[in-house]
C-alpha cells in the first residue's frame, strides 16, 4: 500500500449507532488530519494530529471523537451523529517542519446518517 | 483568520481551449498556495504549488500565478482536454509547523470535446 488509505469507504448508519473511520498513511509523515467536505462547502478542517499530539480542534461537537495511536494512524470515532452529519470524511498527512508541508489526502470514507 | 476566496464556482469549455481559475486570500502572512484536482469518488490530489518568494511556476500545461501585493493567485491550464475535468480547488497556509490549509470552495471544470 502507499499514500494514504481510509477505511471503510463507504458506511451508512443510524444516529444511535458507533462507527470508527481508520486512516493510515504509508508516507513516513509526522502530521495527520481530519477534514469534512461537505456540498457546495470548502473542506472544513476537523481536527490536526502533530507528532501524535493533537494541536488543533476546530470547535467539532463531541459526538466525533479523534484517536492517534502512532504517526502513522488515525482514527474518528462516531457516536450519536445526526443527518446533516453525512458528508465525505477525508484524512490527510503532512511532513512538518521541513519547508514543505504539502498534504497528501486519502479517498475519503462516505458518510450517510439515517 | 484566513479566508480564501475562489471564483467561478464552475466552469465548461472546449477542448483545447485555456481554463483559468482564480483565488484570493487575506491573510498577508500565508506564502504556500497548493492546487488540488479531486476527480469523482477520490481524495484531492496535488497538482501544483507556488511559494510567496516566487511570482509563477510550470508544468507542462499547468502553471499558477502569485501576486503577493494583491493577495491572490490563479490556475491556468492551457489546451485543455476532457480528462481535466474534475473539481479544482486552492488553498493558502502560512505554512508554520502544525497549520493546516485553508481551502476555496472549489470549481467544477468541464471541458467537452
Known amino acids: 500500500e502507499t499514500g494514504v488509505t481510509q477505511t471503510p469507504r463507504h458506511l451508512v448508519m443510524g444516529m444511535t449507532n458507533k462507527k470508527s473511520l481508520k486512516c493510515e498513511q504509508h508516507?513516513?509523515?509526522?502530521?495527520m488530519y481530519w477534514y469534512k467536505q461537505s456540498a457546495k462547502k470548502p473542506l472544513e478542517l476537523m481536527f490536526v494530529?502533530?507528532?501524535?499530539?493533537?494541536?488543533e480542534n476546530n470547535s467539532v461537537p463531541s459526538r466525533f471523537s479523534p484517536e492517534c495511536p502512532n504517526s502513522s494512524h488515525l482514527f474518528l470515532h462516531l457516536h450519536t451523529l445526526q443527518p446533516e452529519d453525512s458528508a465525505l470524511y477525508l484524512c490527510?498527512?503532512?511532513?512538518?517542519?521541513?519547508?514543505?508541508?504539502?498534504?497528501?489526502f486519502g479517498p475519503g470514507t462516505r458518510l450517510l446518517v439515517l | 483568520g484566513e479566508n480564501v476566496e475562489q471564483h467561478p464556482s464552475t466552469l465548461s469549455v472546449q477542448e483545447g481551449d485555456s481554463a483559468v481559475i482564480k483565488c484570493t486570500y487575506s491573510?498577508?502572512?500565508?506564502?504556500?498556495f497548493p492546487w488540488y484536482k479531486q476527480e469523482l469518488g477520490k481524495g484531492p490530489q496535488l497538482i501544483i504549488d507556488?511559494?510567496?518568494?516566487?511570482g509563477e511556476k510550470k508544468d507542462q500545461r499547468i502553471a499558477v500565478t502569485l501576486n503577493k501585493t494583491a493577495k491572490h493567485f490563479s490556475l491556468h491550464i492551457t489546451e485543455t482536454q476532457p480528462e481535466d475535468s474534475a473539481v479544482y480547488f486552492c488553498?493558502?497556509?502560512?505554512?508554520?509547523?502544525?497549520?493546516?490549509?485553508?481551502f476555496g470552495k472549489g470549481t467544477t471544470l468541464s471541458v467537452s470535446s
Open positions: 490527510a498527512s503532512s511532513q512538518e517542519g521541513t519547508g514543505k508541508e504539502t498534504q497528501y
Open positions: 508516507l513516513g509523515h509526522n502530521a
Open positions: 494530529y502533530n507528532f501524535k499530539e493533537q494541536t
Open positions: 491573510d498577508s502572512a500565508s506564502n504556500y
Open positions: 507556488i511559494r510567496s518568494n516566487v
Open positions: 488553498a493558502a497556509s502560512p505554512n508554520q509547523a502544525g497549520t493546516a490549509l485553508i
